[in-house]
């Protein structure tokens, strides 16, 4: 391995986030899902939730999401307790994000996504379960001043996990990683690794 390639792969390291996540529920179209790896990867996120509980995981070109999937962890759930279970153990906030026809939405601009925060989209249908509805710490909505109602999913994920880069880099949490040495030294080792 080249030096420069080496720094690479240290630089990254460095910057992963700890303690920002995605979760998705029952997302199908292929394409969605590798769009959202690929996003989730682009701004340090290394683990991603997935909860597979009416559809199945769908069939990944390893073309397409070939470069994402290697660098992201895919934690598979067939239950929504079962995730957020996990989650609440590691402190995460659970944000989902839908709409609510009482107006009882946050918006996506309001949220502190400096914490630990896990970002919960729904399928591209249907959108987020009841049932992960009601157990969600929080709902909220990006906003939007045009005629349609709503963003592709994996449009959606984009545009929240760049807030989210964005509120943690002006409060320089891509310039310190929350990992210890130790971990980040595991984690430069897998990657160097695969």
């Given at each position: 391995?080249?030096e420069?390639?080496l720094?690479?792969?240290?630089?990254?390291?460095s910057?992963?986030?700890?303690?920002?996540?995605?979760?998705?529920?029952?997302?199908?179209?292929?394409?969605?899902v590798?769009?959202?790896l690929r996003t989730?990867?682009s701004?340090?996120?290394?683990?991603?939730y997935?909860?597979?509980?009416?559809?199945?995981?769908p069939?990944?070109?390893?073309?397409s999401?070939a470069?994402?999937?290697?660098?992201?962890?895919?934690?598979?759930?067939?239950?929504?307790?079962?995730?957020?279970?996990?989650l609440?153990?590691q402190?995460?906030?659970?944000?989902?994000?839908?709409?609510?026809?009482d107006?009882?939405?946050?918006?996506?601009f309001?949220?502190?996504l400096?914490k630990?925060?896990?970002?919960v989209?729904?399928n591209e249908?249907?959108?987020?379960?009841d049932?992960?509805k009601?157990?969600?710490?929080k709902?909220?909505?990006?906003?939007?001043?045009?005629?349609?109602?709503s963003?592709?999913?994996s449009?959606?994920?984009?545009v929240?996990?760049?807030?989210?880069?964005?509120?943690?880099?002006?409060?320089?949490?891509?310039?310190?990683?929350s990992?210890?040495k130790k971990?980040?030294?595991?984690?430069?080792?897998g990657?160097l690794?695969?």
């Amino acid at each position: 391995m080249t030096e420069k390639r080496l720094l690479k792969f240290k630089n990254v390291v460095s910057k992963r986030q700890k303690y920002l996540t995605v979760v998705f529920e029952n997302v199908h179209d292929p394409h969605n899902v590798s769009a959202i790896l690929r996003t989730a990867e682009s701004v340090g996120i290394d683990r991603v939730y997935m909860i597979y509980n009416e559809e199945k995981f769908p069939k990944i070109s390893r073309i397409s999401s070939a470069s994402a999937k290697k660098w992201v962890e895919l934690i598979k759930f067939t239950s929504v307790d079962e995730c957020f279970k996990e989650l609440k153990k590691q402190k995460y906030k659970i944000y989902s994000t839908h709409m609510e026809e009482d107006g009882m939405n946050a918006s996506l601009f309001d949220l502190d996504l400096t914490k630990r925060v896990a970002l919960v989209f729904g399928n591209e249908h249907r959108g987020v379960s009841d049932e992960l509805k009601k157990k969600a710490d929080k709902n909220f909505l990006i906003p939007m001043v045009g005629m349609v109602q709503s963003l592709n999913v994996s449009v959606s994920v984009a545009v929240c996990l760049y807030e989210a880069m964005r509120q943690r880099t002006v409060k320089g949490m891509y310039d310190k990683s929350s990992y210890t040495k130790k971990e980040l030294k595991q984690k430069l080792d897998g990657y160097l690794n695969r």
